[in-house]
């Protein structure tokens, strides 16, 4: 079974940069497979969900090009983790982070499984 | 980025009741749209992929159907357990993206 947790800080202060991780259990993150894909999303409070980036076939990324010129998500394979950093945040950047695995089949694309996600806020 | 417009954004309902959500693209997705079912505090669950395969161990008094840019999803008899929030997402293209959402409470 595939578990997802999320870790790092709860707060952080504006113009600074979000740094957290995904650790995942029950599969090799470096699988190339091409049918995994290691995804971040967040979801400011009361609001809809949206898509950061994704990590997959061991080192390929794909961004959210609202977001692209600030974030990076970046894999450590010795610890079966891959991580977020986005910088320069601001109030906006306030949401609920989870991590999640993207799985393909065929033509098939869908959220399989999910961190529990972690409240990050933005204030000084 | 391909818009999804879900309506209605809420709805309250009793026990027994048939609910439907409607989720319109801005561009023709085929059937590349997926329903998701979120509890408050929880991640989000998948119930629909594909438009209209259900996940395994879904009830089967939910369902989706639908094509190219409108997409339905029901449920045929409301449960005390069905409230939740629930999504739809687009995975024709990326980005990836989600529908804003509708929150289904119990009348």
């Known amino acids: 079974q595939v578990q997802l947790q999320e870790s790092g800080p709860g707060l952080v202060k504006p113009s600074q940069t979000l740094s957290l991780t995904c650790t995942v259990s029950?599969?090799?993150?470096?699988?190339?497979?091409?049918?995994?894909?290691w995804t971040w999303i967040r979801q400011p409070a009361g609001k809809g969900l949206e898509w950061i980036g994704r990590?997959?076939?061991?080192?390929?990324?794909n961004y959210n090009p609202s977001l692209k010129s600030r974030v990076t998500i970046s894999a450590d394979t010795s610890k079966n983790q891959f991580s977020l950093k986005l910088s320069s945040v601001t109030a906006a950047d306030t949401a609920v982070y989870y991590c999640?695995?993207?799985?393909?089949?065929?033509?098939?694309?869908?959220?399989?499984?999910w961190g529990q996600g972690t409240l990050v806020a933005v204030s000084s | 980025d391909i818009q999804l417009t879900q309506s209605p954004s809420s709805l309250s309902a009793s026990v027994g009741d048939r609910v439907t959500i409607t989720c319109q693209a801005s561009q023709d997705i085929n059937t590349f749209l997926n329903w998701y079912q979120q509890k408050p505090g929880k991640a989000p669950e998948l119930l629909i992929y594909?438009?209209?395969n259900f996940e395994t161990g879904v009830p089967s008094r939910f369902s989706g159907s639908g094509s190219g840019t409108l997409f339905t999803f029901t449920i045929t008899s409301l449960q005390p357990e069905d409230i939740a929030t629930y999504f739809c997402?687009?995975?024709?293209?990326?980005?990836?993206?989600f529908g804003g959402g509708t929150k289904v409470e119990m009348k």
């Open positions: 029950g599969v090799p993150i470096s699988s190339d497979s091409g049918s995994y894909y």
């Open positions: 594909d438009a209209s």
């Open positions: 999640a695995k993207e799985r393909r089949t065929e033509w098939i694309h869908w959220f399989d499984s």
């Open positions: 990590l997959y076939n061991g080192g390929g990324t």
């Open positions: 997402q687009q995975y024709d293209d990326l980005p990836r993206t």
